[in-house]
């Protein structure tokens, strides 16, 4: 679906780790040619970059590390190894490195059709056109990302994904700065007995609702 030049659409997506937002966010993103940035990748990059780094992890070398974040080194297979997944947790805590990032997405919401999806989002950006949280049962979220994690690295096992998921969680909303919550206003989807086309039937009525409200009927193009 095309937008009309004169829509202006910003979207977020919060979740824990497996609970549909990282689907969510690539079907809207299709649906309304929205830019979609996976804001936990960015987290995972610096963790990959400090991890392997033989440097002494400063400011310097953080803004230099964020500085050469595009698309292309998101894509990177290794940004998903349980070791990278435990070192994110660790660093996402960090708050010279959330304030850092948080630049990086302020300056990718600036565009006219965006959607940013992540695990504090909707606090970073509280007048969001629409903000969705997802919700969903760490067991089957945990069965979604082992299907996504058996492929990169047949070794892993269902416990482990499962562990590694409820460590995340509890980490990201515990820490002290931007945790992991639901932001006032958030329209929640709990996902876990629902399939993929339930909640993209979902999520897509809350958002035509928003734009015939917005823009009346007439914001599609022709």
Request: with cysteine; net charge positive; charged share 30%.
């Amino acid at each position: 679906m095309k937008l009309k030049n004169s829509v202006k659409l910003f979207i977020t997506c919060d979740s824990g780790a497996g609970a549909g937002k990282t689907t969510a966010s690539k079907y809207l993103s299709k649906k309304y040619g929205l830019s979609l940035l996976t804001s936990g990748l960015l987290y995972r990059y610096v963790a990959y970059k400090t991890l392997y780094s033989k440097k002494k992890i400063n400011t310097k070398l953080l803004k230099k590390i964020i500085r050469n974040i595009n698309s292309n080194v998101l894509k990177n297979k290794k940004l998903y190894t349980p070791v990278i997944t435990d070192h994110t947790s660790k660093i996402a805590k960090i708050k010279k490195i959330r304030k850092l990032l948080r630049k990086y997405q302020t300056k990718f919401a600036s565009k006219k059709l965006a959607i940013i999806e992540g695990r504090d989002i909707g606090i970073l950006f509280p007048k969001a056109d629409i903000k969705f949280f997802f919700k969903c049962s760490a067991k089957v979220a945990a069965k979604r990302r082992f299907k996504e994690f058996k492929k990169i690295n047949t070794n892993i096992t269902l416990k482990k994904v499962e562990k590694t998921i409820r460590l995340r969680n509890r980490v990201d909303s515990t820490r002290k700065f931007s945790p992991l919550r639901i932001s006032p206003g958030a329209v929640i989807v709990d996902t876990t007995n629902i399939n993929k086309k339930q909640m993209f039937r979902r999520i897509f009525k809350v958002i035509e609702n928003k734009l015939l409200l917005k823009y009346g009927r007439d914001y599609k193009a022709r």
